[in-house]
């Protein structure tokens, strides 16, 4: 065999052992590096969100002793960062877990978990007209009403759970983000109009005028047109003439005059 076939041999040997040596280190590295090694740290990080204080890490520790997955102390073997994910994700209040473990490989006692949680964002507190206040994300999701959410327009009247999941939770999510509904608008009242089909009038933070939608179909449509009312036609004739505007029908905006006392 020629030496230049016999090199060929042995550098491919080398570096399928280095691959293998390689693949080793990192599988291990992820598992959690050495398997008698113990979780000294838990690095918990709950996102702070603008619209809600729901949990804290406190809160977050204590779910997970009670779900017996608390890593710390544990061999890092043993831990299930999965099930970690898992226990966290079904609790109402938050939207997104991400579990994972750390070690530098050299260190002893440098086993560590991480744990960051992302809480769920209300968009809309719904206040029917028969039963409990409850928060709605924009995902549609059900949060309790247990504590207090900051700046979250109130939805009030004849409401349907459903209503609120299909309807105002899209609305309330368009409301949020857009800067100037978002200060603008206070309440969302729901009531039925002749067909018994659910409407909406709008309750301004500012004045005493409301804005009637009527359904929430083409929402965003109506609100770009009552938008520009604002801009240029409002400033023109002041904006304590009319009481009510109306954007059921297409391309229009209806108003009301203020009845003279």
């Not at 204080?53 to 204590?62: G, L, P, Y």
């Not at 440098?110 to 924009?138: M, W």
């Not at 083409?218 to 304590?240: C, S």
């Amino acid at each position: 065999m020629k030496a230049k076939q016999i090199f060929k041999i042995i550098l491919f040997v080398v570096l399928f052992i280095g691959v293998i040596a390689y693949i080793t280190y990192a599988m291990l590295d992820l598992s959690g590096g050495d398997p008698k090694e113990i979780c000294t740290e838990l690095s918990l990080v709950v996102e702070e969100n603008p619209h809600a204080d729901f949990i804290n890490a406190e809160q977050v520790e204590k779910m997970l002793k009670d779900a017996n997955v608390y890593p710390k102390g544990k061999l890092m073997s043993d831990i299930d960062t999965r099930q970690i994910e898992n226990v966290l994700a079904s609790d109402n209040f938050i939207e997104q877990v991400e579990c994972f473990k750390t070690n530098n490989g050299m260190e002893v006692g440098s086993g560590k978990v991480c744990v960051r949680v992302t809480q769920r964002t209300p968009v809309v507190y719904v206040l029917p007209d028969n039963g409990n206040g409850y928060y709605v994300d924009g995902e549609g999701t059900i949060i309790p009403n247990t504590v207090y959410a900051k700046n979250i327009v109130t939805a009030t009247g004849n409401i349907a759970q459903q209503y609120a999941i299909e309807q105002l939770a899209p609305f309330g999510a368009f409301i949020q983000k857009d800067a100037f509904w978002d200060n603008q608008i206070e309440q969302i009242y729901v009531s039925l109009d002749a067909k018994r089909q659910p409407v909406v009038t709008l309750v301004p933070r500012v004045g005493d005028q409301t804005i009637y939608l009527g359904s929430l179909d083409q929402f965003g449509k109506k609100l770009r047109r009552m938008r520009i009312f604002y801009d240029k036609a409002l400033p023109k004739v002041g904006w304590n003439k009319y009481s009510r505007f109306n954007l059921e029908y297409d391309n229009q905006v209806v108003c009301t005059k203020r009845k003279k006392r």
